[in-house]
C-alpha cells in the first residue's frame, strides 16, 4: 500500500491571514482575562469547544454577527507584547504546518486606538513580524488591508502609508469586509497609490458576491491576486482570463463552509478553478474563528476533492509561485516540494 504523504510537510506559503484572525483559541481567552475583557458567550463558547460558530456570512445580519465575535477578539490586543505574542503563535503555527512563507494581513487602523496612533501601530507590528521571523526562520511579511465599510479616503491614508513601509516588511495592499458594501472603483486610487509604490494589489473578491466582483478587482484595482476568488468558478470566461493572466486566488476551503458560502467542503470549486489553470493559494484565513489552520485546506482537497499527492504538490508550488517571497525563497520551498513528492 502507498504510503500518505504528510501535508503538514508539504512546504507551501500561506497567502490569506488575517491578523486577529491568527490568533490560538486559548490566547484570547488568556489575553481576554488578563486585560479584564468580557467575551461575548458566542466567542467564549466556540473557543472552548474547538466548534466553528455556523455564522451563514451570506446575509448581511451573518456577517455582522461574524464582525462582531472578530472585533471582540481582537479587543484583547491591547500591549505591545499581545501583538509579539499574536504574531510568534501565528508563525509557531505555521510552520507547524510545512508553511514556509507567511504573509499576514492587518489593517492597522483598528490597532491603532490602543498603540498610540496608525503609525505606532504597523511599527509594532512590522517589528513582531521582523522578530519573529529572524527567531522561526519563517519569511514573514505584512499586507496592509484597507476596510471597505470606511471611506475610500482613508484607504488612501493606508495606501501610502503601506508604500512608506515596503522597505519595512510590508509587501501588499488588501481591502477587506463586506464585498457587498461599496463599490471596488471607490478605491481605485488608493490601490494605484499602492501599485505605484511597488506593492501587489490583492483585494477580497468572489466570496460573499459572485463573479462581477472578482471583474471589478481586475478592472478598477489591477489586483495581482484576489482574496477569495472562488466565485470566479460560476463564470468560464473569468476563469480563463485568470488563467491566463496568473491572477492567484487566496481560496480559503474551510472559511467558506463555515460562512455559509458553500453548504460543505465538497462543495468549494477547488476542482474547477484547477482544472481550469486559475493558480491558488490555500489559506486558512480566520482559523481562530474557522476551526482550522494551512495543512487542513490541503486536507480538504485531498479528502473531499480527490486531489493525488501530484497535484496537493502543484497547489503547493501555486501558492508558492503567487507569493511575494524573495526568488531564492521561491526556489528552495519549489525544491521543497519535489522533495516531498519523491520522498
Ligand atoms: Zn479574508
Known sequence: MERVRDLSELPKAHLHLHFTGSMRPGTVLELADKHGVRLPDALTDALTSGEPPRLRATDERGWFRFQRLYDAARSCLREPEDIQRLVREAAEEDVKDGSGWLEIQVDPTSYAPRLGGLIPALEIILDAVDTTARETGLGMRVLVAANRMKHPLDARTLARLAVRYAERGVVGFGLSNDERRGMARDFDRAFAIARDGGLLSAPHGGELTGPSSVRDCLDDLDAHRIGHGVRAAEDPRLL??????????????????????????????????????VPMALGADDPLLFGSRLAAQYEIARTHHGFTDAELAELARQSIRGSAAPDDTKKRLLAGVDGWLVG
Open 240 to 277: 480563463k482570463r485568470l488563467a491566463d493572466r496568473g491572477i492567484t486566488c487566496e481560496v480559503c476551503p474551510a472559511s467558506n463552509v463555515a460562512l455559509g458560502v458553500y453548504e460543505k467542503p465538497q462543495d468549494v470549486p477547488l476542482r474547477t478553478l484547477f482544472e481550469a489553470g
